[in-house]
Structure formats: C-alpha cells, structure tokens
C-alpha cells in the first residue's frame, strides 16, 4: 500500500497518488533532516559567511627575541632587505629566478617588477611573534622580558609606519604543563600594546588544540584581558592550529575541527595546519613530513569543510627546506617552495607560513604567478555572468562567488592592480558574497 496510500488505481490523468495522508508519513521521516536544516540556516545567519575582506598569503614566524632585537621594530624591512639580497645574489634578474624556480621566463618577467616592489614596501603580509615552538622554554624571566619587549617593537614598528598589517603572538599552548606561561605571555604583551591602541590586524595563534574546552578556555581567558584592558568585548580574536590528530578526529570518531570553528564564542577566525606535529603525531618519518603527504591533505580537506561559509581563513603549513648554504642548495629550495605554494593555492589554500627571508621571493614570485594566470579567464567569466550572455562555460552563483572572490585576492596581495580589473572593486565585493 506504500506510506498512507489507499491501494486504489492508478489516478487519472490530471490527479496525483499522493494524498494528505502520504505527505503526512513523508514529513514525519525526514522531520529530523527538517530541524536539522533549519539549525544550520539559523547559524549560517549567524555567522560573518563568505568573507571578502583580505587574507594575508602568508603568516610569518619569529621568534619574539628576534623581533625584539630588531632596531625601531624593523624587523619587516629587514626581512625584505634580506630577500632582496638574496635575489641579488643568487638569482639578479628574471631569467635567472626563472631558471632557478623552474618558472618560464615570460611568467617571471611579468611579474618581477611586482615582486620587487613588494620587498621592498610589504614584504611581511602577517607577522607572529613566536614564544612556542620557535622559542622553546626559557626561565619565567626571559620570557617576560621578550614578552614586553617584542611588544614594545611591534608598538615602535607601528610608529614608524613600517609595520605589517597583520600582526600578533603565537603563545603556549592550552595544554596543562604550560597554560599559565603561555597566558602570562600574552598578559605582558597586551599590557603594552593596549596602551598605544591593539593594532587593527592584531590576532593570537594558539598551538597544538587537541579539544574543543581549550577553545573554550582560551575565549574565557581572552574575554578577561579584555575587560582588565578596556578592549571592546569580542576585540580578542585568535587562530587554531591544527598539529595534533585529535584536532581532526576525537576518540568517538567524531570530527573536533567541526565542533573547533563553532566554539570560543565566535573569536576563532582561522585554522592553521601544522605540517611536522601533525605528520610526526601520525608516525610518518622525518624524510618523508611534508604537506603535500596524503595525511596532510586528509587533516587539511577536512578543515577547509569545518571551516566553509563561516568567514574562518584556513592556511596550509610551512616547508622546512630552507633556501641556505650554496646556490644549488638555494636554488633547489626555492624550486620546492614555488613549487609548494602553488599547490596549496590550487587547492584552496591562499596562506602558508614563511620561516626564513630567503622564502619570500618565492612566496610572492609563486602567488602573483598564480593569480595573473587566472584573472583574465576570471574576468571574462565574470563579464559573461554579469551581463547574462552565453560563452564557453555556464556558471552557477557560486562560481560566481568563487571567481570574484578569487579577483580580489589578487588585488589585495598585490598581483593585480585596480586599473586591470575592468570591473568595480565594489562589485566584486558583492558578487563574492551574493547567496544563491
């Protein structure tokens, strides 16, 4: 008799089989997927959705001695300084950095001009003073003072005008055994940096989370510095990273990362993978941790789902060949990273961290190589879309969404200028976030 049907004949032409009776059973089975949905569209309303806003291509760690024994909180321009001279030194002109990223030379040239001006005016996009793992464990009181002191630089890099637009501090973590330090850490640090004003790009990474009550934790901490430090209520926002396998996947099967961007009353705004924790944790041997191993690619697919439509950056890891020692070692490692930071922008992943100077040719040269290639057949997809005319490729609103969001990455890192565009900025703005 099927669900609530009457067993009679088949309906004449114009009338249905399906009555009162049968919509009544149907409903009742998918009754839970109903509320469910609904759950997810009252919080997908709740939260900041698809953002438009920029997200620096790289995260930059130093440790806070370093940072703090940098003259006038310099540190940025010291960095570029130093690529630059790498450059110059082992790769001075595009050719050359074609033939030692493995690059063509015309994908090079186009971009040289760019990549030079961005070393030398923004060389770092996000910079994290590190007091965990680039830091190690020292006395309380060196921690202290490199606590305050890095802070007072980033104060003096700000004076200045030669600070990055992101910036903040990796503390300790969650963890038990260094809870408190790492807490303290961030304690001294704000003390300075609240009296000249929290700068606008200012975040907190916090390291190896294995459970979603230290997200929660965190927020409890952050909303008390908040109110000890006259900061607006929300002010204190931070990043999770993503290092250890519980982050991924809990004891019950469960995945945390999903309940992660959910929890910390809204302050977590990014996910941040830890290549070597992450692949050492999983047993993978040293020769062969890198981000590009499946189980990185598993950890990271599954935080870019977690992390989808909630305005949450995601970014992939670092690569710990370094481009030192002779040119062929500098060479080789350059080839490597070029070659690594395209893959992660193919695959969704528009920031990565940078651990030494010598990186950022490559991590400029690779980005604004990628961006360049996509904004011209972007455009012309987008032009289509606005104006409603047939062409090679039928896209949905969210291939719109998609393809504005990937113009204005572009324009924010530098790789594309307003005057190529063709197209409003604010119209981007709006197509990137523009529901179905």
């Known amino acids: 008799m099927g669900l609530g049907g009457s067993g009679d004949a088949a309906p004449d032409s114009g009338d249905t089989a399906l009555g009162p009776e049968d919509f009544a059973a149907i409903d009742a089975v998918a009754a839970p997927a109903d509320a469910m949905l609904a759950a997810a569209a009252a919080s997908a309303t709740a939260a900041p959705g698809q953002s438009v806003g920029r997200q620096p291509v790289h995260t930059v ?65 996000d910079l994290r003073v590190d007091l965990e793992d680039g830091y190690g464990t020292r006395p309380d009181d060196i921690e202290d003072q490199d606590a305050i002191a890095s802070a007072q630089a980033l104060v003096a890099s700000a004076a200045a005008g030669v600070a990055p637009p992101y910036l903040g501090f990796r503390i300790k973590s969650m963890e038990p055994a260094t809870r408190r330090r790492g807490l303290r850490s961030l304690d001294l640090a704000l003390g300075v940096l609240a009296r000249s004003g929290l700068p606008p790009g200012f975040v907190v990474t916090l390291p190896k989370v294995s459970a979603v009550a230290q997200v929660d934790a965190m927020a409890v901490a952050c ?12 002010r ?14 809990g004891p019950d099967g469960t995945a945390t990362v999903a309940r992660i961007v959910h929890a910390g009353e809204g302050r977590v705004c990014g996910l941040h993978f830890g290549t070597y924790d992450y692949s050492a944790a999983l047993g993978v041997a040293g020769p062969y941790q890198s981000l590009e191993h499946p189980a990185a690619d598993h950890a990271k697919a599954v935080m870019q789902v977690a992390a ?8 992939d890891g670092s690569t710990n060949v370094l481009p030192v020692g002779d040119r062929p070692s500098i060479h080789a490692a350059w080839r490597l990273h070029a070659r690594l930071v395209r ?40 032009q289509a879309y606005v104006e409603g005319v047939g062409g090679g490729t039928l896209d949905e609103p969210a291939t719109a969404r998609a393809l ?23 119209r981007l703005r709006a197509l990137a976030v523009a529901k179905s």
């Open 308 to 315: 989808a439509g909630l305005g949450i950056a995601t970014s």
């Open 343 to 382: 893959r992660s922008l193919e695959r969704g992943f528009y920031q990565g961290w940078d651990l030494h100077p010598a990186q950022l040719p490559t991590r400029f040269l690779a980005t604004y190589a990628f961006f360049r290639a996509g904004l011209e057949p972007a455009l012309q997809r987008l």
């Open 236 to 249: 204190l926002r931070f990043e999770v990273q993503v290092e250890v396998p519980a982050a991924v996947m």
């Open 223 to 234: 909303g008390r510095l908040e109110e000890r430090y006259g900061l607006d209520a929300g």
């Open 61 to 125: 760690y130093v440790p806070a001695d370093r940072v703090a024994a940098e003259p006038d909180g310099r540190l940025a321009m010291s960095w570029g300084a130093a690529a630059r001279s790498a450059i110059d030194a082992h790769a001075p002109n595009a050719l050359a950095l074609a033939g030692a990223t493995g690059l063509t030379p015309d994908v090079v040239e186009a971009v040289w001009p760019r990549l030079l001006d961005k070393l030398a005016t923004e060389p770092i996009e």
């Open 404 to 426: 504005a969001g990937f113009v204005l990455r572009g324009l924010h890192c530098g790789a594309v200028a307003e005057t190529e565009l063709g197209i409003d900025p604010a």
